[in-house]
């Protein structure tokens, strides 16, 4: 089964604090990518990291960092020194490689609220 | 360098009624995919176009269809509108190599139908 699942449908955190947001997945591929995409209320999905899955080490991009436990099929993102910009809807997302192209399959998603 | 654009922002349309929504993928991109977003609920897959050709889809009904032209761009139409064809439709490109197919998206298409 194709599945996403982001167990948190909310989290708050509070300014320059750390918030740490779960996925998991399923697949029966051993290479595929994995991705966490934000989606402000502007709705325009932007993505925040992208991790290889035949990479063990974790991707990071400045506050944006990726715990990836590839036997357990995790992905979660942690924000660091959390700012009021990152309040939005994360989506966390893996890419379905198909005969003749692919697809990415996306989570429910997770708002985060950001307080001051 | 100019990235996704999607047109128009917002739709309304009345049951019955086609809609065309169009997408410019990102400057040296060839492959453009689109999403479906109901609200509160993450982007389904439509359908993915490169070469000028669908070359994979998800379920949806063939009311859905779409057509890539030369520069890659790319619309997507939508025949005997029903309400629950009320979402956000997404527009993504990437390149077609493994690899590099990150996908980037537009700011979407609001469409209602009423």
């Known amino acids: 089964a194709q599945t996403v699942t982001q167990s948190q449908p909310e989290m708050s955190v509070q300014e320059a604090e750390t918030v740490t947001l779960s996925c998991t997945y399923d697949?029966?591929?051993?290479?595929?990518?994995l991705f966490w995409y934000k989606q402000p209320p502007s709705r325009q999905m932007i993505l925040v990291i992208r991790?290889?899955?035949?990479?063990?080490q974790n991707a990071t991009e400045n506050r944006f960092s990726v715990n990836f436990q590839k036997a357990a099929k995790s992905f979660s993102l942690k924000i660091s020194d959390s700012q009021l910009g990152d309040a939005a809807m994360y989506f966390c997302?893996?890419?379905?490689?198909?005969?003749?192209?692919?697809?990415?399959?996306f989570g429910a998603g997770t708002i985060l609220r950001v307080k001051s | 360098d100019a990235g996704v654009t999607q047109s128009p922002t917002h739709l309304i349309k009345t049951r019955g009624q086609q809609v065309t929504l169009r997408c410019s993928p990102k400057?040296?991109?060839?492959?453009v995919s689109w999403y479906q977003q109901a609200l509160g609920q993450g982007p389904q897959f439509i359908f993915q176009?490169?070469?000028?050709?669908?070359?994979q889809r998800g379920n949806f009904p063939d009311r859905f269809s779409g057509h890539q032209f030369p520069n890659y761009s790319s619309e997507l139409n939508v025949n005997a509108l029903l309400l629950g064809d009320s979402a956000l439709y997404l527009c993504?490109?990437?390149?077609?190599?493994?690899?590099?197919?990150?996908?980037?998206f537009g700011p979407g298409t609001r469409l209602l139908v009423l």
């Open positions: 993504a490109s990437s390149l077609r190599f493994r690899g590099q197919e990150t996908q980037y």
């Open positions: 697949t029966s591929e051993s290479d595929y990518y």
């Open positions: 991790q290889e899955a035949y990479k063990q």
């Open positions: 997302a893996y890419t379905v490689y198909m005969e003749y192209g692919n697809k990415l399959v």
């Open positions: 400057s040296g991109h060839d492959t």
């Open positions: 176009y490169y070469e000028e050709e669908e070359r």
